[in-house]
């Protein structure tokens, strides 16, 4: 699969994104409104996901009104109904799987894609065919080619009202957002594992990022960057350090710490003091009787990097640097415990302040406000509009599952 922002989504969803709003996390699949349009009308029951993050969180029912969509929506819907006028009503017949067919090839199961593609009946596989196979695996993000393969009969034999809810779906999720566009904004799909830096209505720049894991999924949540912390500490949470960091701590004892930058403290405010070595229990931290706040200092091990972006939620979740380079490189970039790791985060932070932020010293924490609040969106889309159709992404979260 493509990312979502790659060539073709990029003259789609140039046309800019959401506006300026108090942070507030995203609802639930459930707290959606009704389908509405042609989408709609091919799908009996859409069924209720599991979009909501670690806590359900309540949400009024968004209502259908064409004033208040934002162009990322309308640009949706209404590729949503040229896809179901040219597909949805189509013969949903099922086609036996078999050997490859190419021009040239007749026989029954020609007849039958025929059909299933809205073409003349007849026993040869001609260029009409070859043109009508090409435009649909477009349409459908499959692999190209004007050939009957076996991935192509599966897509026939999922049927429309597959795709439809897959696209319905979708279309709520970013029917959640806010209706008015902030003019500069950043986007973060965490189902492609991508971000985004909107200038109006195009993409000034995007990259990578590795998200949560399946088991910590990294939420879906509006909010505001206000400032970048440079030189951060990396807070370990409480259950890696146990169940990571703390048997490390037994095998390699103080030296472990040391040479890792780990320090213990207290407790978790301001004031929290450092612990020596011998003031902690480590085997009740790795076997859970005791909770341990362990944190890294900076330096070019550190988990958080060098730099860190910061914007109120209830999740605790930010963007930041990361020593990590190398999972940049995997097409599935789910690794973290919830928060955003960012390829190039020196390009984010020009991008937000116009210039690259630094310190006067090497001073861990140093916090940098940004002149102006930037809106962030952290979203998750299975489906997005492309240039021929849609793009359908895997469903790495399992947040499609009726």
Not at 107 to 121: I, K, Q, S, T
Not at 126 to 138: C, F, K, M, P, V
Not at 162 to 182: K, M, T, V
Request: with cysteine.
């Amino acid at each position: 699969m493509n990312t979502l922002l790659d060539t073709r989504m990029c003259t789609l969803l140039a046309c800019g994104l959401m506006a300026l709003q108090a942070p507030a996390v995203l609802a639930s699949d459930g707290a959606s409104p009704s389908p509405s349009g042609a989408i709609a009308a091919n799908i009996s029951a859409t069924g209720t996901g599991n979009d909501t993050a670690p806590q359900q969180v309540e949400w009024p029912e968004v209502k259908w009104v064409a004033e208040t969509e934002n162009f990322l929506q309308v640009r949706f819907r209404n590729a949503a109904e040229n896809f179901t006028a040219e597909w949805g009503n189509l013969p949903q017949e099922r086609v036996s799987q078999g050997a490859v067919l190419r021009e040239g090839s007749a026989g029954p199961r020609v007849v039958a894609v025929r059909r299933r593609l809205g073409l003349p009946e007849a026993g040869i596989f001609d260029a009409n065919l070859g043109d009508r196979i090409s435009t649909y695996r477009a349409a459908h993000d499959l692999p190209a080619g004007r050939h009957i393969d076996n991935t192509l009969i599966r897509s026939f034999n999922l049927g429309f009202a597959h795709y439809a809810r897959l696209i319905d779906r979708n279309l709520q999720r970013l029917r959640r957002l806010p209706g008015r566009l902030g003019n500069r904004f950043v986007l973060v799909d965490s189902a492609v594992q991508q971000l985004s830096m909107f200038d109006g209505q195009q993409i000034a720049g995007s990259m990578k990022v590795v998200v949560g894991k399946a088991s910590d999924q990294t939420p879906s949540l509006v909010g505001e960057i206000d400032r970048v912390v440079l030189n951060p500490y990396w807070n370990v949470p409480p259950d890696l350090t146990q169940s990571r960091y703390a048997a490390r701590v037994l095998d390699g004892g103080k030296r472990y710490l040391d040479t890792r930058g780990f320090e213990a403290l207290s407790d978790w405010s301001d004031s929290a003091r450092v612990l020596g070595y011998d003031e902690v229990n480590w085997r009740s931290v790795a076997s859970g009787e005791r909770e341990l706040r362990l944190r890294q200092r900076p330096g070019p091990g550190n988990g958080m990097g060098k730099i860190k972006f910061m914007f109120a939620n209830e999740y605790g979740v930010y963007l930041h640097d990361t020593p990590s380079k190398a999972l940049f490189d995997k097409s599935n970039r789910l690794f973290s415990a919830g928060c955003v790791r960012l390829e190039k985060p020196w390009q984010l932070a020009e991008w937000l302040f116009g210039f690259t932020p630094s310190t006067p010293s090497s001073d861990p924490e140093q916090s940098v406000n940004l002149p102006e609040t930037v809106p962030i969106y952290m979203v998750y889309l299975t489906a997005t509009p492309s240039a021929d159709g849609f793009d359908f992404r895997s469903d790495v979260y399992g947040r499609d599952i009726p």
